[in-house]
């Protein structure tokens, strides 16, 4: 089965805990103002890519000690049966990792391929940046208990409570440490399924939901830029972080309601053609940090061209 996608990464470090492969799914009708990834909108750009090319790297990711996947877009129901293959494939890939059939026996972690992640926008002249930037800037959390999505799920806005501790996926100041599942739900060392949608529960059809089959955790709500919010890896106060299995819960519980303290982009270089160099920023900006971002560059003596966040 093939999928469109705008661009892979690993490690990606700023979309959830821990080292992650991140995905991002091509093509969003959603269309939301203030969007930073609006090089993601269009269904026809990006590349098809099989799925099985895809779990080749998350294969390779878990081999270099991965603690997670993370599907964003674009928006990813978009494609739901390629979304469904993906996510079956890759936890039957994390599971058997865990249980020491893929490789677990090896004396060292693999090196997992980076691959040009997050495809952006035009590449820029000689000597300048063009940034293409991880869309989909989801917000706040609700219950710690697991729940299977419904069209009648709902979650209450919880207070945003900062923490002490960086964005590396261990437990924040103050908050309970994560206590590890034991059996076919996993263990705190197992590698979680998150995706990021813009869509709300009550608005996934039956199709969407059997996407989500194997995914342990999702973001919810479309981005609303008059909305920000600082809790972790969402960007609007309306959106959601829901656990959906005990792996979920147990990965995702010490972060429902905590305010990021750790770096919230993850810039990565990479060549594009005719020697020109791309940006690419991955994460959750507050309001204000791109522009911030782009100042300071510009005072170092770069200038970005075909910023993916502009209209």
Known sequence: MEVRISGTHYPLETLGPGPRLGVWF????????????RHTWDGRGGGARSVAD?????SAALAAGALGLTVSGGE???????????????AGLRDAWAHGAGGAGDAEPRAAPREGAW???????????GDPVPARVPGPGPTTAPTRLSASASAPTPSPEAAGTPDKGGTPAGDEPSRAVSGPGGSGSRADLLVYTGYEPHELTERQLTALE???????????????TPLA???????RLRPLTPLGAVRYA???RRAA???RLQPVTVPGPGGRTALRLYGVPLRGELVATERALRGAGVSLRDASWRP
């Open 254 to 256: 010490p972060h429902l």
């Open 26 to 37: 091509q093509g969003c009708t959603l269309a939301c103002p203030g969007c930073m990834s």
């Open 233 to 239: 890896w969402r960007g609007s106060a309306n959106q």
């Open 214 to 228: 194997h995914a342990d955790a999702l973001v919810t709500g479309r981005f609303r830029v008059a909305e920000p």
């Open 261 to 263: 303290t750790g770096r």
């Open 76 to 90: 990813p129901l978009q494609q739901p049966e390629a979304l469904a293959a993906l996510l079956s494939g890759a």
């Open 54 to 58: 895809v779990l080749e790297l998350w």
């Open 119 to 129: 495809a952006a926008g035009r590449a820029t002249e000689p000597g300048r940046v």
